[in-house]
Antibody, heavy 118, light 107 residues
Framework: EVQLVESGGGLVQPGGSLGLSCAASGFIFSSYSMNWVRQAPGKGLEWVSYISTISSTIYYADSVKGRFTISRDNAKNSLYLQMNSLRAEDTAVYYC???????????WGQGILVTVSS | DIQMTQSPSALSASVGDRITITCRASQNITSYLNWYQQKPGKAPKLLIYTASSLQSGVPSRFSGSGSGTDFTLTISSLQPDDFATYYCQQSYNPPRDFGQGTKVEIK
């Protein structure tokens, strides 16, 4: 069974940093690209970042470019999102998702809440 | 960037109704269009990928169509479990943006 479990969320002050992790199991992690997607309270889904299987291709949404860094460790079956210079508008539930052959997010974690507030 | 526009933003329907949600891309995305269902407090669930391919385990009352810039998601006979918010997403080019969502409510 495919499982994705996010961790590392919590409360952080504006301007602070936080690192999210996503532990993958039930599939060959190194064979799949991965996405981070977020959802602000009461709002729609926002795609955040993408990383290919060997980290050779990485994309970011303009809203996080230069502040967030996506990475992965295939030996540890883990995906990461390092978030720096956090703003109130980064407050959201963050989901990691497995990417299928056509770019679709076919499996999702349960999500982790990040709150940026003083 | 490719803009994704869904309509309507919300609709009210009854069990057994046939409903259609539309999604328009601001430029040609061929068939790189995906549909997701999300219920409150839950992660999104993939329903349809490449515009018309049904994800494994998704009931056949869900169908998708379209190519280029105009796409539709149809639920042939609405069931109680289908009341949720639906999102389209393009996976043609980054940023892989979502539509704003369509909330399907009980009439």
């Amino acid at each position: 069974e495919v499982q994705l479990v996010e961790s590392g969320g919590g409360l952080v002050q504006p301007g602070g940093s936080l690192g999210l992790s996503c532990a993958a199991s039930g599939f060959i992690f190194s064979s799949y690209s991965m996405n981070w997607v977020r959802q602000a309270p009461g709002k729609g889904l926002e795609w955040v970042s993408y990383i290919s299987t060997i980290s050779s291709t990485i994309y970011y949404a303009d809203s996080v470019k230069g502040r967030f860094t996506i990475s992965r460790d295939n030996a540890k079956n883990s995906l990461y999102l390092q978030m720096n210079s956090l703003r109130a508008e980064d407050t959201a539930v963050y989901y990691c998702a497995r990417v299928g052959w056509f770019g679709e997010s076919n499996y999702w974690g349960q999500g982790i809440l990040v709150t940026v507030s003083s | 960037d490719i803009q994704m526009t869904q309509s309507p933003s919300a609709l009210s329907a009854s069990v057994g109704d046939r409903i259609t949600i539309t999604c328009r891309a601001s430029q040609n995305i061929t068939s790189y269009l995906n549909w997701y269902q999300q219920k409150p407090g839950k992660a999104p669930k993939l329903l349809i990928y490449t515009a018309s391919s049904l994800q494994s385990g998704v009931p056949s009352r869900f169908s998708g169509s379209g190519s280029g810039t105009d796409f539709t998601l149809t639920i042939s006979s609405l069931q109680p479990d289908d009341f949720a918010t639906y999102y389209c997403q393009q996976s043609y080019n980054p940023p892989r943006d979502f539509g704003q969502g369509t909330k399907v409510e009980i009439k």
